[in-house]
């Protein structure tokens, strides 16, 4: 004995929600998907600045992490030495796709000034544009102490 259903079929906006939910998670996909891509290998708190730069498509991250000569080097998610930057930095150069990329550097604020202009040397020889990453959301000036001379 066949079963058969009596009513008739009212095709309409349930047959729609998954269409609904697939275009809903292909728009965060594509809103938060930038966030997560030039993210570099290590965490470091960069100054403050005023200005907002520009979104670049072609971009190598170089970060370098708290302390001196011995602060850690990151290329992308890669650790790297000192000297090994200047050969990576190289090859990049070489590469076509890349020759043309713009470097990001990140520093920690308490990276030393002396190890902050060796690397940017280094990607300046290579041949890179460069350009530095500040944090933009505490870019307000601090106010100064009430004797108006600093502590």
Known sequence: ???????????????ALPLFDLFALATMLLLLGPMFLSQSGISVEVPSSRFQMQRYGDSIVVTVGQGDEKAPVYLGRQAVTLEGLGTRLDELRNDERMSRAIVLLKTDARTTVGMERKVT??????G???ALVGDAKSSEPKPEPAGGAPE
């Open 1 to 15: 004995m066949k079963l058969e259903t009596t009513l008739e079929e009212k095709p309409g906006f349930l047959h």
């Open 128 to 130: 890179f544009k460069l």
């Open 121 to 126: 040397e280094m990607v300046l020889a290579a």
